[in-house]
């Protein structure tokens, strides 16, 4: 069985076993609550088949996150994946009893945004969560309007709930039909986009098996913006994409945060005022019709925004704004006084969304609009009076097509899918004081982060960025090397490349080492865009080759650099294979176009001090050469065309060659750095190269965030375990650089 195969069926395993506990023990009709369901006969058993399946539900989504073969397979699978689901009780939540409820009470006549559900009452009263029953409706008329008509055409609650399910499978449905363009349009690979946008456990679980009315606000609002972008400044696309984006609002008001970014979208061009009326105009007004057009019909007012505010009713420290007054309410009752904080922190929490959302579009007028909307509902998710597992929906689709690092994109939706137990009640209730210690630190630690990015975005770009970053337009060329001992890195290598290196936009090289047939498959199968060169070793002295202990030498690094250099009229970007790439590489590239040279400093050591002095001997290294600090030879930036460039590549290469230079009598690791030391040799010797100040994170108190050198892993590890892998060299580099400020400071 393939790969693939295995994905497919192991997660197709896991939606049965959550059918499965949605039978025995999921959000019935008749509520009980988490001690009932446990203590039953069958209690432990609902738990486990839930959480087996959400775990391998999650571990088939995560494993192919950055491989998926197509957008087809990719959707085809989604779909077998929910169809065991179809027909069970709801996962996760109570809310499709809600919308029955509603359903029924504006199919009776009744305008669902003045009584509530509890009115006449509704015959499945008791079916619905309490905190709905005496509400007004919050949903938008479109889905008002959809409710009454699925009631009247089910009549039982069986077939309501079906019915329900029915339309958020068509809105799961658009959301596969549309991404495919925004992902286009934003040069994503349209089978990520599809991915994680329809695959994720949370739309399998929440808006398949819950039912809920965000699968279909999520389709229209992709729709919407899918039509908008795909024809900026077109009169009857940009009409038709502001209908479907009212439509989206009329669902749920949520999706209209996207629409200031959906009009920046509809410019032709570079972004001015007069554009922005004029056809961000058109797409406005297409919203309106929309708008009036479903309210007219639904016969309804806009009474559902009462609805909205009585949202917030439920306080969970799952929302920032909420666990903020929840620990000043604490605090305050401990000093005898009660102060209701959480009205006036969920008040609060209107400017900061607000101040976010006029951020955001600022400096989405120069390009990006798209993912800045996707960002701007990740903010309406999280400032929200209360955040639920399915809210994550929102932004999920908009950004399944905007970004090219998944990682973080894709590690709150695995959490979030453990949030909330079958039967719908949230296990984080039971962690109120914990957590909302939790959510204030995870603001400071926002709040300190994002002014650390303003600051460093600000006149003085610090030691860390060398020049100003503009994208070079140059051919880039990103090369690396590895035997089987560094086949995994190299794999981990590649992967981080695909997150911050557009499609496209560089030209892949990778040298075997001594890989066997096996892993070369296997690396044209994961990368295809790799261009996989062999080393032929019996062209040079045994000293140079790979083996035992010339790998430590790298006598053979100069050559292939050297070789891939002489075809490769750019920028060329060399890489170690047990590299990490955390960010973009403009900085980098810009550098070596406007300098022809980039290459950092590798540890606090001089070149006399990690050079053997048979070494230094041979390569002339005087006084001053010795003294100078060692720079690193595992990232270095050339510019190929540029004679002194290639000049200092074959005097690299020349070096490398003489054994008294790379494999010295006496040599270790200790006193000598092999290809480094004769490169460092031979930079000195170039008084006219400009060096960067940049600093890889070795013996560095202020590293470069752009590389993560040293991540060797082992040959055994899953790629599904690169997310622990990343937090390991994450702590130990944090620690490392902690201890160095610390040392630098006494």
Request: aromatic content about 8%.
């Amino acid at each position: 069985m393939s790969r693939y195969s295995l994905v497919r069926y192991a997660g197709l395993a896991a939606t049965a076993l959550l059918a499965t506990s949605a039978y025995l023990g999921g959000a019935l009709p008749a509520q009980s609550d988490l001690m009932t369901i446990w203590r039953g006969e069958q209690g432990p058993l609902i738990y486990l088949l839930w959480l087996t399946g959400t775990s391998l539900l999650v571990w088939a989504w995560w494993v192919v996150r950055d491989s998926v073969p197509s957008a087809r397979w990719a959707a085809v699978t989604a779909a077998l994946w929910s169809v065991p689901l179809l027909a069970a009780p709801p996962l996760g939540s109570r809310d499709v009893y809600s919308y029955a409820c509603v359903g029924f009470t504006y199919a009776a006549g009744l305008d669902p945004y003045v009584n509530s559900v509890s009115t006449l009452p509704c015959p499945w009263l008791e079916s619905v969560a309490p905190i709905w029953r005496d509400t007004p409706s919050p949903y938008g008329p479109l889905f008002v309007l959809l409710s009454g008509a699925m009631v009247t055409l089910g009549g039982t609650l069986v077939a309501s709930i079906a019915l329900f399910r029915a339309i958020a499978i068509v809105g799961v449905g658009i959301t596969a039909l549309c991404l495919p363009a925004l992902a286009r349009r934003c040069e994503i690979p349209e089978s990520q986009a599809v991915w994680l946008g329809i695959a994720s456990p949370l739309v399998v679980i929440h808006q398949i098996s819950g039912a809920h009315n965000d699968a279909l606000m999520v389709g229209l609002l992709v729709a919407g913006l899918a039509l908008v972008a795909s024809s900026p400044g077109q009169t009857l696309a940009l009409v038709g994409g502001g209908a479907l984006l009212g439509l989206a609002g009329t669902v749920k008001a949520t999706a209209w945060v996207a629409v200031p970014f959906a009009a920046l979208t509809a410019i032709p061009g570079p972004y001015c005022l007069r554009s922005l009326i004029r056809y961000g105009g058109l797409m406005i007004g297409g919203l309106f019709t929309a708008l009036i057009v479903v309210t007219l019909v639904s016969g309804l007012s806009f009474g559902w925004v009462e609805g909205l505010v009585r949202s917030g009713d439920v306080v969970g420290w799952t929302a920032p704004s909420a666990a903020v007054g929840m620990i000043i309410e604490y605090a305050a009752g401990v000093l005898g006084l009660r102060v209701p904080a959480v009205v006036g922190s969920r008040v609060a929490s209107i400017a900061p969304f607000a101040v976010i959302l006029i951020v955001l579009w600022w400096r989405a007028r120069h390009g990006h609009a798209l993912h800045k909307a996707g960002l701007a509902l990740a903010a309406a998710a999280v400032l929200a009076p209360r955040f639920h597992p399915w809210y994550a929906t929102w932004p999920l689709a908009v950004l399944a097509a905007t970004v090219r690092r998944v990682h973080w994109l894709v590690l709150p939706c695995v959490v979030a899918s453990f949030v909330v137990l079958p039967e719908g009640r949230s296990i984080l209730r039971s962690t109120r004081l914990p957590g909302e210690l939790l959510t204030i630190g995870l603001i400071a630690w926002a709040g300190v982060l994002g002014v650390r990015r303003l600051r460093s975005r600000g006149g003085d770009s610090g030691r860390g960025q060398a020049a100003p970053v503009r994208r070079s337009s140059r051919p880039l060329t990103i090369m690396s090397a590895a035997d089987s001992a560094y086949f995994r890195c190299l794999l981990q290598l590649f992967k981080s490349l695909n997150r911050h290196v557009a499609p496209g936009m560089a030209r892949y090289v990778a040298y075997d080492l001594g890989l066997t047939p096996l892993e070369r498959h296997r690396l044209s199968v994961m990368f295809p865009s790799v261009e996989l060169r062999r080393f032929d070793s019996s062209a040079y002295p045994d000293f140079v080759g790979v083996r035992e202990r010339a790998v430590n030498t790298n006598a053979w690094k100069p050559q292939i650099i050297q070789d891939v250099a002489a075809d490769a009229d750019g920028i060329l970007l060399w890489l170690d294979s047990a590299t990490v790439v955390c960010a973009s590489l403009d900085p980098v590239i810009t550098w070596t176009d406007q300098v022809g040279l980039y290459a950092p400093f590798g540890g606090t050591a001089t070149i006399g001090e990690l050079t053997h002095p048979t070494a230094l001997e041979v390569l002339s290294a005087d006084a001053k050469v010795r003294a100078l600090r060692q720079r690193a030879s595992g990232v270095l930036g050339f510019d190929t065309a540029a004679p002194t460039i290639r000049r200092l590549l074959d005097a690299w290469a020349r070096a490398c060659l003489d054994v008294r230079v790379s494999a010295p009598p006496g040599a270790t690791h200790d006193n000598h750095r092999f290809d480094q030391s004769a490169l460092n040799v031979v930079l000195a010797r170039e008084a006219d190269l400009v060096m960067t100040d940049d600093e890889l994170d070795i013996n560095s108190d202020h590293p470069t965030p752009i590389f993560r050198t040293r991540n060797k892993v082992s040959s055994w590890m899953p790629l599904w375990l690169d997310p622990v892998i990343a937090c390991w060299f994450w702590l130990y580099r944090t620690i490392d650089v902690g201890l160095w400020k610390l040392k630098r400071q006494l």
